[in-house]
């Protein structure tokens, strides 16, 4: 009975790792040919194609485009939240302060990535889009972390504690989608990076608690 328990244990597993590595085969392909073609020209059947997939196998594991775009969305997501796990501890406050400089850097090196990350932003604006869910929970989940990085300075020490941080957090947020959109107006002339790295800039000398001579680049 053990053995056969463990079999099947084996036989799940197994097969979960294949449909995930057959949906990160999907996700490559529609994020490539998003970017060559864009979003709205790229059909259902020229991503199957790609991924070697017929377009109703491709269907069995995103039912739409819209469902593909917020998979390739949440692999964004996915990669800052790894980036931040891997992140240093924070020695002098402006630890998340810097990490946002870093996601800054590492998203301004997939400019594909950011209309993709727009158009998703629009669609959770309707409240009975798939995205609306998505979205609000790793609104919530980012707000949150920020939060309590923010906190933490706080309490060593390191940050003033007359502040909202929650609002600071919800500021940063904006200002990083509201340039994203800007950047796709703009067919890409606005330099994100540059902007988010100066608010940041004037943030941590705000933030930071009387005697404490860290620098966002110290």
């Given at each position: ?5 463990d079999s099947?244990?084996?036989t799940?597993?197994?097969n979960?790792a294949?449909g995930r590595?057959?949906r ?5 392909a529609?994020a490539?040919k998003f970017?060559e073609k ?12 790609e ?6 196998g491709?269907t069995?594991h995103?039912p ?11 692999r964004r ?11 240093p ?17 590492t998203?301004?090196g997939?400019?594909a ?6 158009l998703?932003?629009?669609e959770a604006a309707d ?5 609306r869910?998505f979205?609000?929970e790793?609104?919530?989940a980012?707000?949150?972390e920020l939060v ?13 504690d007359d ?5 600071i957090a919800?500021?940063?947020i904006?200002i990083?989608d509201g340039?994203?959109l800007q ?9 994100i990076?540059?902007?988010?790295r100066?608010?940041?800039e ?7 608690a009387?005697g404490?001579p860290a620098?966002?680049?110290?």
């Amino acid at each position: 009975m053990g053995r056969y328990s463990d079999s099947v244990a084996e036989t799940r597993r197994g097969n979960y790792a294949a449909g995930r590595a057959r949906r990160d085969q999907i996700l490559d392909a529609a994020a490539a040919k998003f970017a060559e073609k864009g979003y709205a020209e790229t059909s259902l059947a020229e991503i199957a194609r790609e991924a070697g997939l017929t377009t109703p196998g491709l269907t069995h594991h995103f039912p739409s485009k819209l469902h593909l775009l917020i998979g390739i969305t949440e692999r964004r997501f996915d990669l800052a939240a790894e980036i931040v796990r891997k992140a240093p501890p924070d020695r002098d406050g402006l630890g998340p302060l810097r990490l946002m400089l870093g996601l800054a850097e590492t998203f301004a090196g997939q400019p594909a990535l950011i209309e993709l990350f727009v158009l998703v932003a629009a669609e959770a604006a309707d409240p009975n889009s798939p995205a609306r869910s998505f979205y609000e929970e790793r609104y919530a989940a980012t707000i949150a972390e920020l939060v309590a990085s923010f906190e933490a300075g706080v309490r060593a020490g390191r940050l003033r504690d007359d502040l909202d941080y929650r609002a600071i957090a919800q500021e940063c947020i904006a200002i990083s989608d509201g340039l994203q959109l800007q950047w796709v107006i703009t067919n890409g002339s606005t330099d994100i990076l540059a902007i988010i790295r100066s608010h940041l800039e004037r943030l941590a000398l705000t933030i930071l608690a009387p005697g404490n001579p860290a620098t966002l680049y110290g």
